[in-house]
Structure formats: C-alpha cells, structure tokens
C-alpha cells in the first residue's frame, strides 16, 4: 500500500477559475477526511466522510466548495469561482475503524497547494 | 467549542538533548482523544503519538512520551535523545469522542529546530 495519495501536488489559478482535487485513500479505510491548511495555521476540517456518505460539513465549506466520494473510493474536492482567501495546502487524510476498533490515528497525504492569483 | 493552544512558535533542541513542546485546550467534555502529529518539510502529517483522556497513564512511544494533566488541560510532548531526524512542524490536536463527531481541532504547530 503506498498511502494516502493526493492529485495534483500543486495547482495555481486564476481568480475565478474552478479547480479539482482528487484524493484516494489507503485501500481498506472507509473513513476520509479533507482539511485545508493556510500558511503559518494547523489543518483545519472541512468535512468527513464514511464510504460514500458525507457526514459532516465544516461551516468554512462554503456553497463555492463541494466534495463527493463516489462508491466510497476516491474522493474529489472542488472549489468553484475561486478567490485568493482560496490559497492554501488542501489535505486529505483517511482512517480505519477495522472490527470496531479506532485507533485514533488519521492518515495524510502530501496534500494538494492552491495558489489563487 | 473546543479550542487548542500551541505557545510556542519555534523551539530547538540540542542534538541528543531532550526538549519540551507545550500544549493547552480548552473543552467542556470528559471523554476525548489528544494526539501529536508531525509534520515534517514538504512530507505528509504523521501520528507520533496519542492519549486517551480516561487513561490516567501517560503515553510512551520509544522517545517519546506525554505529560497529560487533564485537571490543568495541558499535553505537553517531551522528545528525548533528540535526532536530526526529529526536525519538523509539530502539531497538537483534539477530538471529541461524542459519536459522530470525526473532526479533530489542531493548534497552530510548533517547528522544531535540531542544531547538531
């Protein structure tokens, strides 16, 4: 298993603009998290799912920001009509509650940075 | 809501020394995970160690270990035999163990410097 991999690793944009990132998580976990991460901050959560349904929304996800997890596999995150308060790493993390048992631990990737000119 | 609070900025340590990173939060809940998460330059955030608040015992992980006072609502890190390879954002965070409630609350990080 290679982990959490998230696409693409940088993207830069025009004000305006619509962009797509896409997560796929490690292959057994059903749980899937997105948080952005601005310059000099900790991660902060935007939402979660658990398989296909997405259970809970961060009120920074405002109605220009959309996820979906299709099949409880991949996961995109998109941001329509972006601004520069857009610019930030976007991570994606995912975890597992395997025979009832959390651990805890989330999992992340590389994350995906959004520069917005 | 619930809060967490990372003090210190920057911190460095000695190669081999042992260093301290502290961290406080702010909760109305008894029941609740607190973890440290690093995350080094240009790498993925990785799980360096967690605590369970109902667990009286502090958490170990070979050179690392806690300091949980839930009274005071303080989690400090303490690394030990500090290695090169320790340099990176630090971060603490929080979550809920109400059912449903997935999200976890970081503060701000701490970047730990190792001067060789």
């Known amino acids: 298993d290679t982990g959490v991999s998230q696409n693409p690793r940088h993207k830069i944009t025009k004000r305006g603009q619509n962009v797509t990132f896409r997560c796929d998580p490690i292959?057994?976990?059903?749980?899937l998290y997105w948080y952005r991460q601005t310059l000099g901050q900790g991660p902060e959560f935007l939402t979660y799912?658990?398989?296909?349904?997405?259970?809970?929304k961060s009120r920074l996800l405002s109605d220009r920001f959309s996820a979906e997890r299709p099949k409880g596999s991949f996961s995109t995150l998109e941001i329509q009509r972006t601004e520069q308060g857009d610019s930030a790493m976007y991570l994606c993390?995912?975890?597992?509650?395997?025979?009832?048992?959390?651990?805890?631990?989330?999992?992340f990737g590389e994350g995906s940075r959004l520069t917005v000119l | 809501a619930q809060t967490v609070t990372q003090s210190q900025p920057e911190m460095s340590v000695q190669e081999a020394e042992t260093v301290t990173l502290s961290c406080t939060y702010d909760?109305?809940?008894?029941?609740?995970?607190l973890f440290w998460y690093k995350q080094p330059p240009s790498r993925q955030m990785i799980l360096v160690i967690r605590?369970?608040?109902?667990?009286?015992q502090n958490a170990t992980e070979n050179r690392f270990s806690v300091n949980f006072q839930k009274a005071a609502k303080s989690f400090s890190l303490k690394i030990s035999d500090s290695q090169l390879g320790d340099a990176a954002m630090y971060f603490c965070?929080?979550?809920?163990?109400?059912?449903?409630?997935?999200?976890?609350?970081f503060g701000t990080g701490t970047r730990l410097t190792i001067i060789p």
């Open positions: 993390a995912s975890s597992s509650a395997a025979g009832g048992s959390w651990t805890g631990e989330l999992f």
């Open positions: 292959s057994e976990h059903n749980r």
């Open positions: 799912f658990q398989n296909e349904a997405q259970l809970e």
């Open positions: 909760t109305s809940e008894s029941d609740y995970y």
């Open positions: 605590q369970e608040a109902y667990k009286q």
């Open positions: 965070a929080y979550r809920s163990n109400n059912f449903g409630n997935e999200k976890l609350t």
